[in-house]
């Protein structure tokens, strides 16, 4: 949480759905942690907001709670714009709620930004006992429109969090967002560039996003007059090439504590699974130039997959972590290759990275077994320890490396990101094994 006085962006989401599905008490959870047991019908529209980070910048969140009532869609259509996402929310408990899904969503892209990013809520899983709608058929459902999909339960709190925040994380790197200013201040420099169609992307070439513009915030007294807060977009080049990379595999593999290490130096003895996506930043020197490394730990879990598959768009590098103790974990590698393939760049840079290597008194998986397998699917491989920092600054320098060399031999070709392809799928890397760690630059901070 933060003060209203200090963040980047404002971004509106909207709520949703068929009257007395749970809309405005996700609001409620979400904004104030409260729950009303007499919550009333919404009439027209109610919004509330919450200060969230996300990564090195401050989002205020403006979460709309639109009637659901036929009689208010007259007054609800015209919220629908501006805004950047939007939860689609029915009740588990009634199919006719799921059932008017579709409609609701022909109305959302009736009238909001072809490029708003969209959640169907499976609310109130706190009455599971009298379900009428599967998960596997909400979820087909999500997929198949290219939705993200979530169930919660604002009664007990349930993926509450989970589902707006990652709206919010999606939102921002669908506008391609990215920042290196002084703080969450009027005068933070900071950038928003739409990103292209999601057939767009995967037809492209693997290319770090340069920033194109920088984004001024007004305020209440500031130059362009009162008001909300709002981003004015002014072309100014800048210097730093932002390049997004997954950390993809089973849940407990120790992807978290690998960012973390790789971010912040940090280790959590006691960490939780993440829930959906979390993502952290580093700025690092490849070859003299400056690159600002977003990395993004996805969920190991089945029922996050409709959520996490959407961060593979726009990846230009992934690390494929399996637990070297745990052989499942490494025959799930497979799985989670042709999934990143089937929705990732396909010149995408690939490592097979086997974690925990200070378990090696416990190891299930051979290296040069692991090793074979990467050969044989063109992937680099390394072993690594988040717990003593073994080969994870080798492991994100080499990737990060990896992925400069092409761009710059794209450069040095002359050819446009339209017809450059790499010669091959393989990416040669030689490894050399370290310990070593080095000082961290950081982009943007909050002062």
């Excluded at 008017?100 to 809520?121: G, N, T």
């Excluded at 446009?416 to 091959?424: E, G, K, L, M, Y």
């Amino acid at each position: 949480m933060g003060s209203d006085e200090a963040y980047n962006f404002v971004f509106k989401v909207v709520l949703i759905g068929e009257s007395g599905v749970g809309k405005s008490n996700l609001l409620s959870r979400f904004t104030k942690n409260d729950f009303n047991h007499d919550t009333r019908t919404t009439i027209g529209v109610e919004f509330s907001t919450r200060t969230v980070q996300l990564g090195s910048f401050t989002i205020k969140a403006q979460i709309w709670d639109t009637a659901g009532l036929e009689r208010y869609r007259a007054i609800t259509s015209a919220y629908y714009r501006g805004a950047v996402g939007a939860l689609l929310v029915y009740d588990i408990t009634k199919h006719l709620t799921y059932d008017s899904v579709e409609r609701w969503l022909k109305e959302l892209y009736d009238h909001a930004d072809p490029h708003i990013v969209v959640m169907l809520v499976g609310n109130k899983t706190d009455l599971e006992s009298d379900r009428s709608v599967p998960s596997e058929e909400a979820k087909d459902f999500a997929e198949k429109k290219g939705l993200l999909y979530l169930e919660t339960s604002a009664l007990n709190s349930t993926n509450v969090e989970a589902a707006f925040n990652n709206v919010l994380a999606v939102s921002a790197h669908s506008h391609d967002i990215t920042c290196c200013g002084s703080g969450p201040q009027t005068s933070s420099k900071c950038t928003t560039r739409q990103k292209p169609s999601r057939d767009q992307q995967r037809r492209r070439p693997i290319t770090p996003r340069p920033a194109t513009g920088v984004v001024r915030l007004l305020t209440s007294g500031s130059e362009g007059g009162a008001g909300p807060r709002r981003l004015t977009l002014t072309s100014q080049p800048r210097q730093w090439q932002v390049t997004e990379v997954v950390l993809i595999g089973d849940s407990g593999v120790g992807k978290s504590n690998l960012l973390s290490r790789f971010t912040r130096n940090e280790f959590n003895l006691e960490s939780k699974s993440t829930i959906g996506v979390e993502f952290a930043t580093r700025s690092i020197q490849v070859e003299g130039k400056t690159i600002k490394a977003q990395i993004w730990d996805t969920a190991g879990q089945e029922r996050y997959r409709a959520i996490t598959s959407a961060y593979y768009r726009g990846a230009v590098g992934a690390l494929l972590v399996y637990d070297i103790a745990k052989h499942l974990t490494y025959e799930n590698a497979e799985r989670w290759l042709k999934e990143l393939q089937d929705h990732a760049d396909s010149n995408i840079v690939i490592m097979l990275v086997g974690n925990k290597s200070d378990l090696r008194h416990l190891r299930a998986v051979p290296t040069d077994e692991a090793k074979a397998f990467a050969e044989k699917h063109g992937l680099s491989f390394l072993e690594t320890s988040a717990l003593d920092s073994s080969n994870v600054e080798q492991a994100f320098q080499t990737i990060l490396t990896a992925i400069y060399n092409i761009v710059s031999q794209r450069q040095m070709s002359g050819r446009s990101d339209s017809d450059f392809s790499p010669a091959s799928n393989v990416v040669p890397i030689t490894v050399e094994p370290t310990q070593n760690s080095v000082n961290k630059g950081v982009c943007c901070q909050s002062n």
